[in-house]
């Protein structure tokens, strides 16, 4: 029998939609694939991501924090040349790294306008 599961596709709460796809889009290159009802599906070079309205900001918290989304990547440097103009442009704070972290990845950190981050990262080495 043929494979069923697909992918994990991870999804995003979000305050408010459009900001949300301005900054997705706009800053990270992701290509709104589908959108309607306080939802969109969002591409980026073949990584889906689910975006999700919530007009009650107590129902999220205000704003909503403590997700964090991991985009695993060939090379962080291309993602950099793709990106990297955009991102300065970000406040202070929303963008760390990239940084070789001691479990075998290099990363890219980047805190998106309703405070989920987004990191992508690169396999450098085997953790040991």
């Known amino acids: 029998m043929p494979a069923n599961t697909l992918q994990i596709t991870p999804f995003m709460h979000v305050a ?9 889009t706009d800053t990270l290159e992701f290509s709104v694939r589908l959108k309607g009802g306080g939802y ?24 909503h924090r ?28 929303d963008v760390y790294g990239p940084i070789d972290q001691p479990y ?3 990363e890219l950190m980047i805190r998106a306008p309703d405070g989920n981050l987004l990191v992508f990262g690169q396999a450098i080495a085997t953790a040991t």
């Open 66 to 93: 403590g997700f964090a989304y991991y985009i695993d990547v060939a090379s962080l440097d291309v993602v950099l040349d793709q990106l990297g103009s955009k991102l300065k442009r970000l406040p202070a704070g």
């Open 40 to 63: 969109a599906y969002l591409e980026r070079e073949g990584a889906g991501l689910r975006i999700l309205e919530h007009g009650d900001r107590t129902e999220l918290g205000s704003p």
């Open 104 to 106: 075998g990845q290099r």
């Open 16 to 24: 408010e939609l459009e900001p949300a796809l301005a900054f997705l």
